[in-house]
């Protein structure tokens, strides 16, 4: 990885960082190490275009909550939510993309109920489907840019 880049015990306590990889494997272990500072509950909020790497990325966080090694991780985008059992915490990967309805039909749906998981991180695909959502606390935001055929720019911000 180029650019800056977090491992195991890293302080993310900077408000921005911009990172760059060269693969989907470094995609997936920039995932981890950001899971291994993230305290539950927390919500990760996950923009790119289709294919920009979004998954890969959720497969490294569930990687850094210590889950088993045969969970295996595939987008939500039809059923909207997969859950995962770490050994830290549970992940609740959720799809936004097919949600027309902005906040109100994200609410109506009872995905909102993730939130209340005090042992919870909630990452969240597509959160610009949600753009009227009030988050119940600080996100950490992940925008993925697609660059070349390997390569993607990830900022990382607090907000």
């Not at 997936?28 to 291994?36: D, P, T, V």
């Not at 569930?62 to 939510?81: E, F, H, K, N, Q």
């Amino acid at each position: 990885m180029s650019g800056r880049c977090w491992t195991a015990g890293t302080n993310m306590s900077s408000e921005r960082s911009e990172i760059e990889t060269r693969s989907a494997c470094e995609t997936e272990a920039l995932g981890e190490a950001l899971a291994r500072t993230l305290v539950a509950p927390a919500i990760v909020l996950l923009s790119g275009d289709l294919g920009a790497g979004k998954t890969a990325f959720v497969r490294g966080i569930v990687r850094g909550l210590d889950a088993p090694d045969d969970v295996r991780v595939t987008s939500p985008t039809y059923i909207l939510l997969h859950s995962y059992r770490g050994g830290r915490a549970t992940l609740h990967h959720i799809d936004a993309y097919r949600l027309r309805g902005g906040g109100d039909e994200f609410e109506a749906s009872g995905l909102m109920d993730c939130f209340d998981d005090p042992n919870g991180i909630v990452c969240i695909e597509w959160p610009e489907k949600l753009a009227d959502m009030k988050w119940p606390r600080e996100c950490v935001r992940v925008e993925i840019e697609h660059c070349e055929p390997t390569v993607r720019r990830l900022v990382v911000s607090l907000s």
